[in-house]
């Protein structure tokens, strides 16, 4: 109950410095003489609008963002990939011929990254190695954010940095205080074990901090690791996150003053999160354990897609009502009376979030996921370009992906001022998150520094299967 009597405090609060401002003014102006109903009225008013003022919520911008490309040394072929696995030779040979099918059908490219740890035969694999590959995406990420902003590290207030799989002592949120020097009274969370949707969830928890710190900026670090997250064993269920996985991560700066809204891209306007952990099948279906021979990876359930079909119906049903236009809302309440009232046997009418977004950044997944989001939202090859060109180039990069999808949109100047973008991410839990932008500003790809700058004329790939050029 307290937290609906807030307000208070903060009435009685103006009420009573309205009422030494009327006294001093009768006092010191002899012919200021009101009537007291006035006074009362000009109390409540005053009461009313400050009320108001600071009841509403502060607004938060992205000023900007960074996503870290690796170095040339970095880059891994498939055939690198294969063959570092067949000269380390923990596989077997029918595990091996599963791998090469499963990275064949991933729908990454001929190009991605890993660390150098990994490409060393033998793999090093120690937590030097480990601490190094995070180091040099971080660093790397928000070295690139601070020169685009001309943000001193020492006006950042609040730190949110998110890894899942990777998490040493000290912190890796530490570690960014310690490289750059932060103030000591910074706002600093290290967010763990949160998978892949982890990097709209920090958005959604720096938003919160932003609304009750006015005036701050937070610095939002998105990550995973490779050299610990890699499985060595011969599990099937737990080979594909070595497939699929890649080096990458991100920094985005958001603000909550209000003269920033003129240099910043987007503003966000709303986050959206659902848990359907409370299903013992969906908490499941991606799950860090031990295989028969006690090697640690994670497993990835068969239900997997099933239960990412769940829980977008059960995300979109809460989305829908805040971004859908109103005839899409009717269409919707009308399809729910039919099938819930009159019993009609029709399917559910899937809202055409096209009306609401122009562009869309779907975690990166995998192949299959991004085929069902495609299906499921049907939505055309256009708008699923950024997601499947990220995995294409860099493969899944994690909780960093949605933010290397958005710099896909830039770099192909779709951006326009007034756009909405959706970005929307799975993850272990199981989690479905969203954070939706509005453009503020058109954006120049010429004017960018982008992980996608020095070949974006490459893409899309035309020759690939996956997509089709919808211009």
Sequence with gaps: ?????????????????????????????????????????????????????????????????ACFKPSVSCLCTKEMLLDRAKHVGFLSEENFKLVTKIIDRSGLGPLT?????????????????ARKETDTVLFGAVDELLEKTGIEAKDIGILVVNCCLFNPTPSLSDTIVNRYKLRGNILAYNLSGMGCSAGVLAVDFAKNLLQAHPNSYALVLST???????????????????????????????????????????????????????????????????????KVGVSLSKELMNVARDALKVHITSLGPVVLPISEKLKFLANVVERKVLKTKIEAYMPNFKLAFKHFCIHTG????????????????????????????????????????????????????????????????????????????????ASIRSPWRDEINNFPVKADPLVKSNK
């Design 224 to 294: 995973e690791n490779e050299i610990s997250s890699m499985y060595w064993g011969n599990n099937p269920s737990m080979l594909l996150v070595n497939c699929l996985f890649r080096m990458g991560g991100s920094a985005a700066l958001l603000s909550s003053h209000p003269s920033d809204r003129y240099r910043s891209k987007y503003e966000l306007i709303h986050t959206l999160r659902t848990h359907v952990g409370a299903d013992d099948n969906s908490y499941k279906c991606v799950f860090q354990e031990e295989d028969e021979d006690q």
């Design 1 to 65: 109950m307290a937290k609906h009597f807030n307000w208070i405090p903060n009435i009685m609060n103006i009420l009573f410095m309205s009422l030494l401002v009327v006294t001093a003014a009768c006092v010191y102006v002899p012919e200021f003489r009101p009537r007291p109903s006035i006074i009362i009225a000009l109390c409540l008013g005053a009461s009313l609008v400050y009320y108001f003022l600071m009841s509403r919520p502060n607004k938060v911008y992205l000023v900007d963002f």
């Design 113 to 129: 990254y890993v660390p150098e740890g990994l490409l060393e035969i033998p793999p090093r694999l120690t937590l030097d190695e």
């Design 366 to 445: 995998g192949r299959a996921v991004l085929d069902r989001m495609q299906k499921s939202l049907e939505l055309d090859d256009w708008h699923m370009e950024p997601s499947r060109m990220t995995l294409y180039r860099f493969g899944n990069t994690s909780s960093s992906s949605v933010w290397y999808e958005l710099a896909y949109c830039e770099a192909k100047g779709r951006i326009k001022k007034g756009d909405r973008v959706w970005q929307m991410a799975f993850g272990s839990g199981f989690k479905c998150n969203t954070a939706v932008w509005l453009a503020l500003n058109t954006i120049e790809p």
